[in-house]
């Protein structure tokens, strides 16, 4: 339609008088070609789509609205549309994957189609395609993330390869935590000897064959000991050497025991950490040396000792615990300390803690207001409401902490906690 209009509208300047006269066809010639380049660019042409691609619409109905159902029936004709069939595809994968993963497909009556469509496409991904899903993934961090990652878990070995590769080169970082905390320990024994390969190779980041060890713990195949005592007299790194320790100790291997439990107190701070997070599986192991270990200035090793004292359980822990909620180690331990004394206080090993908080409180000592908000926090968990409540007739514990609540605290944060307290305990 653009190029008859055009067409039209040069025919009638040429018509004019301006153009009349032997000099026409010359002129004809030096007009038309300018002519026709300005007016293409000034008013385009009407066979140029309208609006956003049906590949735009889709990717934004999945990712930005997670309606998976909408977003198949765009990507679909996108695939027809489009050139350059890798995107539609890639998102095709996770769009399957999503809706089954939410029900929706289900409700929608389009489970069947969904599932031999899923089936269907991930035996035919291509490298490409699967990159181009870790890449959508990575750029876009949604609530369809697990789905999409999971059609790769299922694709098996081959994106396990690539996973693996991208861990090394430092590619999609906001993926890594997925990929070694659940995608390649539930690729399972399949890609073990993919990850063994990595901890073999030498441009293998030292901190990525870590997270590698740990994801061989998970999987828990006794095929990796062998493999993993042969790489431990390659190395030198102490960190390394107590993360291949904790695994085999995982995988059955008890004599690494006594190591382990050494590695606490091992002036190398990657050694510490290595063995804390392992104290929480070691067998019969002292709380002592947990307990001792909570004066640590290492917060990461803190808080998987206070995570450990949840399982290996000792009255007396409780004043350590206390004291990583005043002191001076960041909120993981802190968050870890109130989940293990709240399981203390279900086991009647925390008595009397209520009152003793409660006085902490009160007393104008904890100059940190978020120690302030941590220890307000605890005194919300029910067994120590339940001392509160226990104590009204002798001590009205609750009435001391209204009375603070009114007169002396100034912030906002601790207010609205001892607010949420003070309403729980009517």
């Known amino acids: 339609m653009c190029i008859t209009k055009i067409k039209i509208y040069i025919e009638k300047i040429i018509s004019t008088k301006r153009f009349s006269g032997g000099k026409q066809n010359a002129m004809k010639k030096i007009v038309i070609i300018p002519l026709l380049i300005l007016l293409l660019a000034s008013f385009g042409c009407e066979t140029k789509q309208k609006g956003p691609s049906n590949l735009t619409v889709g990717r934004s109905k999945l990712i930005e609205s997670g309606n998976a159902l909408e977003a198949v029936g765009h990507l679909e004709k996108a695939e027809e549309e489009e050139a350059n069939k890798l995107e539609p595809r890639a998102l095709l994968v996770i769009a399957y994957s999503y809706g089954l993963f939410t029900g929706d497909a289900n409700r ?4 069947a189609k969904f599932s031999n469509q899923r089936d269907q496409r991930i035996k035919a991904l291509t490298e490409a395609e699967m990159k181009r899903i870790l890449q959508v993934l990575d750029d876009r961090p949604s609530q369809v993330r697990k789905a999409g990652l999971q059609a790769l ?9 690539l996973i693996l590769d991208s861990l090394a080169k430092g590619r999609y970082p906001s993926l890594h935590a997925d990929f070694t905390q659940w995608v390649l320990v539930d690729m399972g024994s399949g890609s073990l000897d993919l990850i063994l390969a990595r901890l073999t190779d030498e441009t293998t980041p030292s901190v990525i064959k870590a997270k590698l060890v740990q994801v061989l713990a998970e999987i828990g195949d006794a095929k990796a000991i062998e493999a993993l005592k042969t790489l431990q007299t390659d190395i030198m790194e102490p960190g390394l050497i107590m993360e291949i320790n904790t695994t085999l100790y995982q995988l059955g ?3 690494y025991k006594k ?3 050494a590695g606490v107190s091992h002036s190398d701070v990657k050694v510490r950490r290595a063995a804390a997070k392992a104290m929480v599986d070691i067998k019969n192991v002292s709380p002592k040396t947990l307990i001792a270990g909570l004066k640590d200035e290492d917060s990461e090793v803190v808080a998987a000792l206070v995570e450990a004292l949840a399982v290996h359980r000792d009255a007396a822990a409780v004043d350590g615990l206390v004291n990583i909620l005043t002191g001076e180690l960041n909120k993981d331990p802190k968050q870890a300390a ?3 004394l709240d399981i203390y206080g279900q086991n009647k090993l925390a008595r009397g803690l209520a009152k003793r908080i409660t006085l902490l409180l009160i007393g104008g000592t904890v100059s940190d207001p978020d120690n302030r908000y941590y220890l307000v926090q605890l005194l919300r ?3 120590f409401k339940k001392q509160i409540r226990a104590l009204k007739t002798i001590d009205d514990l609750a009435s001391k902490l209204h009375e ?3 007169k002396k605290e100034q912030m906002d944060l601790v207010k609205g906690a001892l607010a949420r307290l003070l309403d729980e305990l009517r």
């Open 253 to 255: 291997e008890e004599s």
């Open 404 to 406: 603070y609540h009114d």
């Open 259 to 261: 190591d382990i439990i």
């Open 338 to 340: 109130i989940e293990t």
């Open 381 to 383: 968990r029910e067994p």
């Open 108 to 111: 929608g009556g389009d489970e």
């Open 153 to 161: 878990v299922d694709k098996g070995a081959e994106a396990a390869a």
